[in-house]
C-alpha cells in the first residue's frame, strides 16, 4: 500500500528547508536526455531488502523515466540504470541527499529530466537532470513566480495517490497536438507543472514553477469539473485520472498549450487550416501567415474500461518525442497474478503484463459499466449576466489577436480604467453554473426582442503575476474566451431571424468570436 504524504499536515515549519535555494532547474531547457552514467559508482550501494524488484507503475514511492529507476524506501531516495524492456542487474544505489533533507522525504514523482520530491510538511524540492549523468544533480527549493524564483511552494493536494510532476522539453517531449490535431512545438522554458486533486476529487489545482504560488491555476476536470478522481497521475502535459468505480479519463493540457501564455505563444480561436504549420516556435511565434495554436484547448477522453481487477495505483509516462507518444498502465491482477494493464493514450485495447509485486495501490470496485455520474460533485454556484458591448469600440478581444498584444495580461476592467468603455450592444449573455478554469460551457445570448440564443462559452485563464484565491469572489479574474455558435445552428441560421442578426451584427458573420472577460462572484465583463 502507499504510504500517505503528510503534504496536507499542519506545517511546523513557513518554509522549506534553505539548504538549497538555487539550481539549474530553474535555466530550463537544460541539455537533452542521455542517461549518462558518470558518477553512478561513487553512489553508495543499498544493502537493505525493502526496495522494489521492479518498478513499473508510477507511485509516489516508485517512479522511472526511460533511462533511470527511482524508489522512497522509509525516507531515503534510491536509484539505478533502467534497462528497457528488460531486468536490470544493477543494485540500487542511494541518491546524494542535501543535508536539510535527509530523512525527511516522503513522496517523489518524476517525468522528463526533473524529480520533485515532498518533504514531511508539503514543500516541494526539484532534483534537475534525473534523466543526465549523476554527477550534474542538483537540488533547489525554489518555486513560483517571478521566473521560478519564487520562495516555495507545498504540494496542493493530500492525496497519496493523487499528485504527479508533469514536464514537457523541447528536446524529450518536442510537440504537441491542439484541438484540430496540428503539431505545435514545446517552449524552450518547458512546460512543467503539478497537478494534484484537491476537494473532494473534483478539483485538478496545479502548481506550476513560473506562476505565483497560489492554488487559483485548475485543470477543469472531466465532466464539466464534476467528475470525482480518486488517483491522478501525470506526463508530457498529459493527465490521467481515475474514480472509485475503475472510470478512466485523459487530457492533454498545460498552462502554455491552453491558451493563457500570449506572451510567449500565439492562438487563435478561428480554424487555422488554411495555413501551413511553422517549422518551429520561434517563426511559429513571429510569422502571422503560419498556423497559430487553435482553441479550446482539447477536452479530456474517456477511457475504456479494463476487463479485470485493478487497484488505485495508476501511471502514464512518455515514450519519446512526439505528441500523444505516452503509454497508460494501471495496477492490477489476471487470473490470480499481479501486474499492470498497460495501454496507448490513443487507440489500442488493454493488455496485462504479470509482475507478481506485491501491491502498491488500494483495490478498486471497477464496475463494468461507465459509472463516472454517479458520484458528480455540486456543479459551481456561481450565475453571471451582462450586457454584451456594442462591437464598433477601438478595443474587443479580437482586435488584441490581431494586433499581437499580449492580451492574456489584459484584464477589460483595465479598458475602462484608461476611457475605453465599450457601449452596451443591445445582446446579452447569461451563464448559468460558471466554473472559470472549466474550458467550455453551455450559455444563453438573449436578443433585444427577448429571443434566446443557445450559445457555447469557450474560456481560458489569464495569466496572474500576483497570487490570488482559487474559484470566483470579489477580486475580478480575468479570463480570454471565445462565443461560439453551435454547428447545425449557424448552417440553419437563416431559418432563425434573431440568429441571423446576432451572427451578422455581433458576430461579424464568423461562427465564433473572441472575447476577453473579467469575472467576480456576482458580475462580469466582457469585452
Avoid at 508530457?236 to 479519463?249: A, L, P, R
Avoid at 488554411?274 to 479550446?296: C, F, G, M, Y
Amino acid at each position: 500500500m502507499l504510504p500517505t504524504p503528510l503534504a496536507a499536515a499542519t506545517p511546523t515549519t513557513t518554509a522549506p528547508a534553505g539548504c538549497v535555494p538555487f539550481g539549474t532547474a530553474q535555466l530550463p531547457p537544460g541539455a537533452p536526455s542521455g542517461g549518462g552514467r558518470a558518477g553512478l559508482d561513487l553512489l553508495p550501494v543499498f544493502t537493505g531488502e525493502a526496495a522494489p524488484v521492479s518498478v513499473e507503475v508510477r507511485t509516489p514511492t516508485t517512479q522511472f523515466n526511460r533511462f533511470w529507476d527511482f524508489a522512497l524506501v522509509g525516507h531515503d531516495l534510491l536509484t539505478r540504470p533502467r534497462d528497457a524492456g528488460a531486468p536490470t542487474a544493477e543494485p540500487w544505489r542511494f541518491v546524494p541527499m542535501p543535508e536539510c533533507l535527509r530523512g525527511r522525504l516522503v513522496g517523489i514523482s518524476l517525468d522528463d529530466d526533473e524529480l520533485v520530491a515532498v518533504d514531511d510538511n508539503g514543500w516541494i524540492y526539484t532534483m534537475d537532470n534525473a534523466s543526465q549523468h549523476p554527477l550534474v544533480r542538483n537540488w533547489t527549493s525554489a518555486w513560483g513566480a517571478p521566473l521560478w524564483a519564487g520562495p516555495g511552494r507545498q504540494l496542493p493536494g493530500d492525496r497519496p495517490n493523487g499528485w504527479a510532476l508533469s514536464v514537457s522539453s523541447p528536446w524529450d517531449t518536442q510537440t504537441f497536438a491542439d484541438i484540430a490535431g496540428r503539431i505545435h512545438f514545446v517552449g524552450f522554458g518547458k512546460m512543467t507543472m503539478l497537478p494534484a486533486l484537491t476537494g473532494d476529487g473534483s478539483r485538478i489545482t496545479y502548481a506550476d514553477p513560473w506562476l505565483p504560488n497560489d492554488d487559483s491555476y485548475e485543470i477543469g476536470g472531466p465532466l464539466g469539473g464534476r467528475f470525482q478522481a480518486e488517483s491522478l497521475s501525470a506526463a508530457g502535459s498529459t493527465t490521467f485520472v481515475m474514480n472509485k468505480y475503475g472510470d478512466m479519463y485523459t487530457r492533454t493540457f498545460d498552462f502554455d498549450s491552453s491558451g493563457s501564455d500570449s506572451i510567449f505563444f500565439r492562438y487563435s480561436w478561428d480554424d487555422q487550416s488554411d495555413k501551413p504549420s511553422a517549422p518551429n516556435l520561434v517563426v511559429e511565434t513571429l510569422d502571422r501567415s503560419t498556423a497559430a495554436i487553435q482553441l479550446p484547448a482539447p477536452d479530456w477522453v474517456y477511457q475504456p474500461k479494463i476487463p479485470g481487477e485493478i487497484t488505485s495505483a495508476i501511471s502514464v509516462h512518455s515514450l519519446g518525442p512526439g505528441p500523444n507518444r505516452r503509454e497508460l498502465r494501471v495496477e492490477g491482477r489476471r487470473d490470480a497474478e499481479s501486474g499492470f494493464w498497460h495501454k496507448d493514450l490513443v487507440g489500442g485495447a488493454w493488455e496485462f503484463t504479470p509482475t507478481g509485486a506485491a501491491f502498491l495501490g488500494s483495490p478498486i470496485d471497477n464496475a463494468s459499466t461507465n459509472r463516472s455520474t454517479d458520484t458528480l460533485a455540486p456543479a459551481a454556484p456561481w450565475h453571471l449576466s451582462t450586457t454584451l458591448p456594442a462591437r464598433d469600440g477601438v478595443i474587443d478581444g479580437q482586435t488584441l489577436i490581431d494586433i499581437g498584444f499580449p492580451y492574456t495580461v489584459l484584464d477589460p476592467r483595465m479598458l475602462d480604467a484608461i476611457g475605453q468603455q465599450a457601449q452596451p450592444s443591445g445582446y446579452r449573455l447569461d451563464v448559468d453554473h460558471f466554473d472559470p478554469v472549466a474550458t467550455t460551457r453551455t450559455a444563453t445570448v438573449t436578443a433585444p426582442d427577448g429571443t434566446g440564443i443557445p450559445v457555447i462559452l469557450h474560456t481560458a485563464d489569464g495569466l496572474r503575476m500576483t497570487p490570488r484565491g482559487p474559484g470566483l469572489d470579489d477580486n475580478p479574474r480575468h479570463l480570454v474566451g471565445a462565443i461560439e455558435i453551435p454547428e447545425d445552428a449557424y448552417a440553419a441560421r437563416g431559418s432563425n431571424p434573431a440568429l441571423d442578426a446576432f451572427v451578422r451584427d455581433w458576430m461579424r458573420e464568423r461562427h465564433i468570436a473572441a472575447i476577453t472577460l473579467s469575472a467576480t462572484d456576482h458580475d462580469l465583463v466582457v469585452r
